[in-house]
């Protein structure tokens, strides 16, 4: 009988320090508390493999993006995820665009669910002037969507501008006029929107 009753308070003693040592849990991860990375046409603030390690390898993560009145989820794609948006609040103008010319622009209300294919060129920005956007993100990959998202900025950055004007038919003077060596954002404001 002593054997068990020494054999419980080993246990109990067990649970008491690791419930004093265990105040975080691998499993929650408070995404409002988390840092936004904030632009001038908004924030994003995600969950994905570097601040919830227990995404590592689980091939998911996801994003929360506020648009400011005037604000766009600047034209990009991801190569290595597919993505599914939820409109919290407000409305979307989206275009997607895909292989072969597939083309689709619709706006997007709160409670719609948006699918875009992996590696399909896209944005949203905000439909409403007086208030804010607000969309859900679920990626198929635990990436930082820094790190799996290919701006047009970027994209046109990489691109000599020879081989821009042969593309669009125009000619090189057109192109050289674009502005280089520009910092990737991922949320940005509307020239009209601009203070």
């Known amino acids: 009988m002593l054997s068990y009753i020494g054999f419980f308070f080993c246990i109990a003693?067990?649970?008491?320090v690791n419930s004093q040592q265990s105040t975080k849990h691998a499993n929650l991860f408070n995404l409002?508390?988390?840092?936004?990375?904030?632009?001038a046409g908004g924030s994003l603030r995600q969950a994905n493999e570097n601040n919830f390690p227990?995404?590592?390898?689980q091939f998911g993560s996801m994003a929360i993006i506020t648009l400011k009145p005037g604000g766009i989820r600047q034209p990009?794609?991801?190569p290595f995820a597919w993505e599914m948006n939820y409109v919290l609040s407000g409305k979307a103008k989206w275009s997607i665009v895909g292989t072969n010319g597939q083309h689709d622009s619709f706006v997007a209300k709160t409670g719609d669910l948006v699918f875009v294919q992996q590696a399909w060129f896209h944005y949203f920005a905000n439909a409403n002037e007086n208030e804010d956007l607000i969309v859900l993100i679920v990626f198929n990959s635990g990436k930082a969507v820094s790190t799996d998202d290919i701006g047009i900025v970027a994209a046109l950055n990489g691109i000599p501008t020879g081989i821009l004007a042969a593309s669009f038919d125009m000619p090189k003077a057109y192109f050289e006029k674009l502005p280089r060596n520009m910092t990737q954002t991922s949320i940005i404001l509307r020239n009209s929107a601009k203070p």
């Open 76 to 78: 990009h794609w991801h």
């Open 13 to 16: 003693g067990i649970l008491l």
């Open 54 to 57: 227990i995404l590592q390898g």
């Open 32 to 39: 409002d508390n988390s840092d936004a990375t904030v632009y």
